[in-house]
Each structure stands twice: as structure tokens, then as C-alpha cells.
């Protein structure tokens, strides 16, 4: 199985600010990634795919990037509606995994 | 919009089979991939396999043994069965659609296995 690693577990940030979220794949995925933000009582959000394209209707202060094995995802001018949990899936091959996910924090 | 929800028992015993099903509504079952996802309390999500609308069916080896998936097109449903369930089966259970890549998703459903 490929092993997805993704840091930092917990992030604490401030409105305004500009935070960084990666995963690193065990093995090549090439572009076979995507970014979720998760909220408690809701479902799963797409926002990104294919690494680095934004879903449908996601803000643009959302970004993600890399190929291979290292991606990241960037949330810029943090917003109070972004504190929330965000996790990475790969969906290069089965089986599918998913990172161990990030809780972001207000500082 | 495309809405999936997940229904099914919440409580199991062991040794018990666990049914859900997944109702998708505001979209079509094809021609689509669905998927079943875990998340066992404390733990990461687990992806537990994948069905083409057409019935195509693609498992977790680690729960190959146990799992099998269907899909009813009339009803725009598709269940999962998960068979001899433990404790370690006691996740939240989602739905989730793939179009090309992974999209929606439903809320969950929490199933707990106890005796």
C-alpha cells in the first residue's frame, strides 16, 4: 500500500495568516491527489484535485501543489470559516489511502 | 447538487453482519465509481473499496475476505456488506462518489460494535 505522510498533525494560526499543510507519499502518486476540508457533523469538502486544481466553487485563497511524492496544500489569509481538520487522499491505485489529517487551530 | 446519504444500524454485536446503504439523490449512480470509506475513533480514514455503476467491484485486501459491494440503479443505491464484524470494525462509515477523482461525500454513519 502507499503509505501517505502528512505533517503537521495540529496547526494554530491567526485570521490573516498564510498556512501550509504537506504530504508526502510513500511512492510516486503523480498528480493523483486531492485535498479535503472536514467539518464536525459535516461532510467531507473537495478542495483541490489532480494536486493542484481547485473544486467547484472553492475559494481561490486555496491552493495545492507538487507531483510525485511531496504536495502541499496552502490556505491563504486564513478566514474564520477555514479552522477546521484537512486531510489528503490518494487515488493513484488501489487501495486508496489518506493522510492522518491536520486540525487547524485558532491561535 | 449531488447528496449522498449513508443509512444502515448504528449498533452490531459481534460476529454480526454489518448492511449500509447509500442513497445518492440531485445525481445519477452512473456513470460513476462509489466508494465506502471508514474512520475508526482516533484513527485514520481506511478505504474499504470501490464499485463501478456497471458492478465492477475493487476491495481493500485487508477486508477483501469480508466486504462485498452492490448497486441498485433503480433505486440510485449502492450497499455495502461487511461480514463476521469486532470491535476493530466500530468506525464512522461514508459514502463517496469518484467522477475521474474523488468528489462527494455523505455525512456518515457511526456503527459501533459491541457486545
Known amino acids: 500500500d502507499i503509505q501517505m505522510t502528512q505533517s503537521p498533525s495540529t496547526l494554530s494560526a491567526s485570521v490573516g495568516d498564510r498556512v501550509t499543510i504537506t504530504c508526502r507519499a510513500s511512492?510516486?502518486?503523480?498528480?493523483?491527489l486531492a485535498w479535503y476540508q472536514h467539518k464536525p457533523g459535516k461532510a467531507p469538502n473537495l478542495l483541490i484535485y489532480k494536486a493542484s486544481t481547485l473544486g467547484s466553487g472553492v475559494p481561490s485563497r486555496f491552493s495545492g501543489s507538487g507531483s510525485g511524492t511531496e504536495f502541499t496544500l496552502t490556505i491563504n489569509n486564513l478566514q474564520p470559516d477555514d479552522f477546521a481538520t484537512y486531510f489528503c487522499?490518494?487515488?493513484?491505485?488501489?487501495?486508496?489511502?489518506f493522510g492522518q489529517g491536520t486540525k487547524l487551530e485558532i491561535k | 447538487q449531488v447528496q449522498l446519504q449513508e443509512s444502515g444500524p448504528g449498533l452490531l454485536k459481534p460476529s454480526e453482519t454489518l448492511s449500509l446503504t447509500c442513497t445518492v439523490s440531485g445525481g445519477s449512480i452512473s456513470p460513476y465509481y462509489w466508494n465506502w470509506v471508514r474512520q475508526p475513533p482516533g484513527k485514520r480514514l481506511e478505504w474499504i473499496g470501490s464499485m463501478y455503476y456497471s458492478g465492477n467491484t475493487y476491495y481493500n485486501p485487508s477486508l477483501e475476505s469480508r466486504v462485498a459491494m452492490s448497486v441498485d440503479t433503480s433505486k440510485n443505491q449502492f450497499s455495502l456488506t461487511l461480514a463476521s464484524v469486532s470491535a476493530s470494525d466500530t468506525a464512522v462509515y461514508y459514502c463517496?462518489?469518484?467522477?475521474?477523482?474523488?468528489?462527494?461525500w455523505g455525512l456518515g454513519t457511526l456503527v459501533t460494535v459491541s457486545s
Open positions: 487522499h490518494h487515488y493513484d491505485s488501489y487501495p486508496y489511502t
Open positions: 511512492q510516486t502518486i503523480n498528480s493523483w
Open positions: 463517496t462518489r469518484r467522477s475521474g477523482h474523488p468528489d462527494y
